[in-house]
C-alpha cells in the first residue's frame, strides 16, 4: 500500500440510497432484485463514521432533464410498460408496476448529487440507485438498465454547471454500451471502461475509441476470464491515473459495478474486495490532482450479496481517508499485454 497518514477526510462527504428504490421488482428470480440494496443497507449500518456523512434524498428526474440523453420514444416505452406490468423491455430487462417512478428517482436522485458536488456542499458522494444504467441508451432499455444515470449525471453536469470536461470510469464487468453510445462523437465526456470480453453486451474493443470529434476520447480495457487483482490494480494505478491526469477533467463520475467480483454469479472475472479498494483510492486520488476531489460513485451491477456488503464497506472507507489507500501488486502478464496494447499513445489529445 503506499504510505500516507491516515487521516481522516476534511471535504464533504454523501451518500444517495431510498427505500423507494426497493420497489423496482423485476421478477423473483430475476439477479438485479431488491436484495442488493438491502445488502448495502446493511454495510451502510455499521459503518462506524456515519455521522461524518451526510445523506442526499432524491427527487424524480424531469422527462426534460432525461431527454438530455434520451429520447422521447423510450421515456413513453418505459411509462407504458410498467402501466401494463409485469413486462420485459427485452429479454432480461423487466419492469413491475413501480418501475417507471423507481427510475425517475434513481436519475434524479444521481442529479442531486451532482448538484451537491458542484455546489461546493459535497466532495466525494456515492449513489446506491437502482435499477442501474449503463447499457440504456439514445432509445433502448437493456441489460436491466431503464434510464442511464450515469449518463444523465454527465450530460446535466454540463448543461446544468458549465462543466466542459467530465470524466466517467466504468468498472463493472460488463461494458458500459449504453454510455459510450451516449459520448462517442464529443470529446466533452470521456469514457473509460475497464469490463470482462467476450462478455454481454459484446462490445469494448480497444479499436472503440470514439468518432468525429470524439476520437480518442472512448478508451477500452477488455479483461479476459479469470482476470484477477495482479491486472486490474495496475491497470488503475498506472494506465487510467495517468490518462485521468491528462484529460484533467472537472469530476469523475464513477459506473460502480462490482460484479466482477470472484463470488458473483454473473461475471468471470477474479477480484476480490482489495482490486475494488484499490481501483476507487486511485479514482479518489485522481480527482484530488485534478478537480479538487469531485467524485462521484453511482452503483451499476454486483448480484452476490456478500460482495456487495464488501465492497460497499471498502469503497466507503476509502471515502473517508485523506489519502486513499492504492495498492502496490506485483504486474502479471495480462496486465503486460493490456499496457503494450495501451501504449500507442491514443489518449495523448
Not at 461546493?120 to 458522494?125: F, I, Q, S, T
Amino acid at each position: 500500500m503506499t504510505r500516507q497518514a491516515h487521516t481522516t477526510f476534511s471535504g464533504g462527504l454523501g451518500y444517495l440510497i431510498d427505500d423507494r428504490y426497493l420497489l423496482h421488482n423485476p421478477g423473483a428470480r430475476h439477479p438485479e432484485s431488491p436484495q442488493r440494496l438491502l445488502a448495502i443497507k446493511e454495510a451502510i449500518k455499521i459503518r462506524r463514521d456515519a455521522q461524518r456523512w451526510r445523506r442526499i434524498y432524491p427527487r424524480k428526474a424531469t422527462h426534460e432533464e432525461l431527454q438530455l440523453v434520451h429520447s422521447p420514444f423510450l421515456i413513453e416505452r418505459v411509462e407504458k410498460a410498467s402501466r401494463r406490468a409485469p413486462s420485459y423491455l427485452d429479454y432480461d430487462t423487466a419492469v413491475s408496476s413501480e418501475s417507471f417512478e423507481t427510475a425517475l428517482l434513481a436519475a434524479g436522485g444521481v442529479l442531486e448529487c451532482i448538484d451537491g458536488i458542484c455546489s461546493g456542499d459535497l466532495r466525494r458522494v456515492v449513489a446506491f440507485v437502482r435499477p442501474p444504467g449503463h447499457h440504456a441508451d439514445h432509445r433502448s432499455a437493456r441489460g436491466f438498465c431503464l434510464f442511464n444515470n450515469v449518463a444523465l449525471a454527465a450530460a446535466y453536469a454540463i448543461r446544468k454547471h458549465g462543466l466542459e470536461r467530465v470524466a466517467v470510469v466504468d468498472i463493472d464487468v460488463h461494458h458500459g454500451n449504453g454510455t459510450q453510445s451516449c459520448f462517442y462523437n464529443t470529446p466533452d465526456v470521456l469514457y473509460v471502461s475497464s469490463h470482462q470480453s467476450p462478455l454481454y453486451p459484446g462490445t469494448g474493443d480497444f479499436s472503440e475509441t470514439g468518432m468525429d470529434g470524439g476520437k480518442g476520447f472512448t478508451l477500452n480495457f477488455p479483461l479476459p476470464e479469470a482476470t484477477g487483482d495482479s491486472t486490474f490494480v495496475p491497470l488503475y494505478t498506472k494506465i487510467i491515473a495517468a490518462v485521468l491526469d491528462q484529460y484533467a477533467p472537472q469530476i469523475i463520475l464513477v459506473s460502480a459495478g462490482f460484479d466482477g467480483h470472484v463470488r458473483d454469479p454473473l461475471g468471470g472475472l477474479d477480484l476480490t474486495e482489495r482490486a475494488y479498494r484499490s481501483a476507487a483510492a486511485s479514482l479518489m486520488r485522481a480527482a484530488n490532482r485534478s478537480c479538487e476531489g469531485r467524485i462521484c460513485f453511482v452503483l451499476e451491477g454486483g448480484y452476490s450479496m456478500q460482495a456487495l456488503k464488501e465492497c460497499t464497506e471498502a469503497i466507503m472507507e476509502q471515502m473517508e481517508l485523506e489519502y486513499p489507500e492504492e495498492l502496490q501488486l506485483r504486474e502479471d502478464s495480462v496486465f503486460r499485454e493490456i499496457s503494450r496494447r495501451a501504449t500507442t499513445g491514443f489518449w495523448k489529445w
